[in-house]
């Protein structure tokens, strides 16, 4: 299998990842070297991650990897506050399975000038935002200031069913249920998503955990839930 590895590389300068690993079907594995703390693999100007790792249906990151050195917009910790589009980033990604986190610890705003998120996870069919038997179910958290589109974000990712929490960036003045004010078209978003129910149990009789989203300029929710 195919292993990418970031060494001696200054990403700093990459402002696109467009179509980077697109269908590489041995692509497993994409780590830097957690033994120097002088190579660090950071993204911090990209803006846009179109098809970035599209089809690549062997790519998952393995628990024993250390990550945490990343600068980039799916790993946890990072920072993707340049980051404008991510359309079908991960599309096609049969076995992806990792947490994403991309909170700011500090304001929750580090996908604030994110736009695009079109069929970002479309056909993710593993994907459960890093749950495995047995352990917590971390929640999805974006920060949607600036999103538009996120028609099939997660179409037929059939085995999701994190807690999505849709935040802005000025949370201390703008109420949640204002959190999506400029999304337009969310047609198709959770289309055969057959186990989700934002992190609870399916069945379950009263949920806990609802979806906020502010609806006030979407022109499009066609076979959201379909």
């Known amino acids: 299998p195919f292993q990418f590895s970031a060494q001696l590389w200054n990403a700093n300068l990459v402002t696109t990842t467009r179509f980077m690993f697109d269908k590489c079907l041995g692509l497993s594995e994409v780590h830097d070297f957690p033994d120097d703390p002088n190579l660090p693999f950071e993204f ?23 990550l945490s050195r990343w600068r980039f917009p799916l790993i946890v910790g990072s ?13 096609g ?27 970002m996870f479309k056909n993710c069919l593993s994907y459960t935002n890093g749950v495995t038997s047995g352990s917590t179910n971390p929640s999805f958290i974006f920060c949607a200031d600036s999103l538009q589109n996120a028609n099939f974000m997660f179409y037929n990712c059939q085995a999701f069913n994190s807690n999505i929490i849709f935040t802005n ?21 959770f289309q055969d998503c057959i186990n989700y129910n934002n992190g609870e149990p399916v069945n379950i009789s009263v949920p806990n955990n609802p979806l906020i989203m502010t609806m006030n300029s979407n022109q499009n929710v066609s076979q959201m839930f379909y």
């Open 44 to 66: 911090d100007n990209i803006e846009t991650c179109d098809y970035m790792f599209f089809k690549c249906i062997n790519f998952k990151f393995t628990p024993n990897l250390t």
């Open 79 to 91: 920072n993707a506050s340049q980051t404008i589009t991510m359309r079908s980033m991960f599309e």
């Open 93 to 119: 990604c049969d076995k992806f399975n990792e947490e994403i986190r991309w909170e700011d610890p500090t304001n929750n705003s580090s996908t604030r000038k994110v736009s695009n998120t079109i069929q």
């Open 169 to 189: 960036s000025n949370s201390s003045s703008i109420p949640q249920f204002k959190n999506t004010m400029f999304l337009k078209n969310s047609s198709g978003m």
